[in-house]
C-alpha cells in the first residue's frame, strides 16, 4: 500500500508533468522494443578483406518508468552490424543484467533509479526500495554493484565490457553472425570491492588498463523499536526519521561515516586483463560524481570537481547531484 501512496505521488508532483513529454523517452531517444537480427541492404561494395563487427551501447529502458526517468536509467543495449564476406548483419541486444532479470520476473519496473529520487517522495522511495531488499522480496542489487550497464563499451586483453559506473563491468560475446551475448558481471575474480568507471584509458606503452571508481553513501533504513522510528544514516548534515506511530519526516545533523569510504578507488588491469592493483584514493574526502579521469605517461590525474551528492535535494524535487560553486575544485 505504501509502495502505491508513493508511485501515486510521484506521479502528482512537478517532475512528472515534464516526464509525460521527456525527451529522453520519445523520438530518437524512444527506448526499442523488439531485439531483432537481420541483413542490411549494402549500397555499393564491401571490401572482402574488411572483416568485424562495430558495435555501441546505449539506455533503452525496457519496462515503462513509473515515475521519473533519467536518461542514465534506462538497461543497456548494444546495437552491432557484423562485417564479413562483402556482407552486414544487423543486430541489437540486451544487456542481461541482474536489474535487467529482476524486473523480467517482476513483469515491471521495481528497481530503484535515478529519476526515482528527483521528486519529494524520493528518499521515502529509496528507504522503502531497502527495506524490500532486507526482506528478501528483492535481491540486493547496490551491495552487489550491481548496474545498467548503459553506458560505453571497452575492449581489453580479448574481452568485450559494457560499462556503467554505478556498478562492475558486464563481460560481452560477440558470436559468429554478430549477436552479442551477455556472458555476466566481471568481478575480476571477487577483487574488485567498488563500482568500475564507464571510461578507462589504456596505456599504448605498457597495454595496461587504468580505471577508478567512485561511490556515494547508501541509505540504509534501521528500525528502531523502541521509538518506532526508521531512521536513516549516512547523510551529510542529515539524519531523516520515519515515525511509525505518527507518519512524519522528522530531521536532525548527521555527518558521513567511515562506512563508504574510500569514496573513489584506483585500478590498474595488467594486459591479460588480470586487477594488478587497487588501492584508495584517500584525499578526496567528500562523495562527488567522478565521471572521467586521465592518465599520462608517469601520472593518473583525479578531478575532484564539487559535483557533490546530496539527497536533502530530493525532498526538493531534484536529483542528488549538484555543482556546488562554494565548494572549490581540485
Known amino acids: 500500500m505504501l509502495e502505491h501512496l508513493l508511485m501515486v505521488s510521484s506521479a502528482d508532483d512537478s517532475t512528472t508533468d515534464q516526464d509525460k513529454d521527456n525527451p529522453f523517452l520519445s523520438k530518437v531517444y524512444a527506448p526499442v522494443d523488439e531485439e531483432t537480427t537481420r541483413a542490411c541492404e549494402v549500397v555499393g561494395v564491401l571490401p572482402e578483406a574488411l572483416n568485424g563487427t562495430v558495435a555501441r551501447n546505449g539506455p533503452n529502458p525496457k519496462f515503462k518508468p513509473k515515475a521519473g526517468y533519467h536518461w542514465f536509467d534506462g538497461d543497456g543495449m548494444v546495437h552491432s552490424v557484423r562485417i564479413k564476406a562483402g556482407k552486414a548483419t544487423y543486430s541489437n541486444r540486451y544487456v542481461r543484467t541482474e536489474k535487467l532479470r ?10 530503484i533509479k535515478l529519476g526515482d529520487m528527483a521528486s519529494l517522495v524520493g528518499i521515502p522511495k529509496m528507504l ?13 542489487l547496490i551491495d552487489a ?43 575480476f575474480d571477487g577483487q574488485m570491492k567498488a563500482p568500475f ?11 595496461k588498463l587504468h580505471a577508478f571508481g567512485y561511490q556515494v553513501p547508501a541509505i540504509d533504513p534501521m528500525f528502531d523499536a523502541n521509538t518506532m522510528c526508521l531512521f536513516v544514516d549516512e547523510l551529510e548534515n542529515l539524519c531523516l526519521y520515519w515515525s511509525v506511530c505518527s507518519p512524519c ?22 594486459k591479460s586483463g588480470k586487477l594488478e592493483r587497487q588501492f584508495p584514493i584517500v584525499d578526496v574526502k567528500r562523495p562527488i560524481m567522478m565521471h572521467d579521469f586521465a592518465i599520462t605517461k608517469n601520472y593518473a590525474v583525479f578531478l575532484d570537481f564539487p559535483l557533490l551528492f546530496k539527497p536533502e535535494l530530493m525532498l526538493t ?11 572549490g575544485s581540485r
Open 102 to 111: 529482476t524486473e523480467e520476473e517482476a513483469g515491471e519496473a521495481v528497481v
Open 128 to 140: 522503502l526500495y531497502s527495506l524490500k531488499v532486507k526482506l528478501g522480496i528483492i535481491p540486493d
Open 145 to 187: 554493484l550491481e548496474t545498467t550497464a548503459n553506458t560505453s563499451l571497452d575492449f581489453h586483453a580479448g574481452r568485450l565490457f559494457a560499462l556503467c559506473e554505478g556498478g562492475l563491468p558486464y563481460a560481452l560475446r560477440v558470436m559468429c553472425d554478430g549477436v552479442i551475448e551477455t556472458i555476466g558481471k566481471a568481478t
Open 197 to 207: 568507471t564507464a571510461h578507462p584509458k589504456k596505456d599504448p606503452d605498457t597495454g
Open 249 to 270: 519526516l522528522l530531521f536532525s545533523p548527521r555527518q558521513f561515516t567511515d562506512a563508504t569510504k574510500p569514496y573513489v578507488t584506483y585500478y590498474v588491469l595488467d
Open 317 to 327: 524535487g531534484q536529483v542528488p547531484f549538484v555543482f556546488d560553486e562554494t565548494a
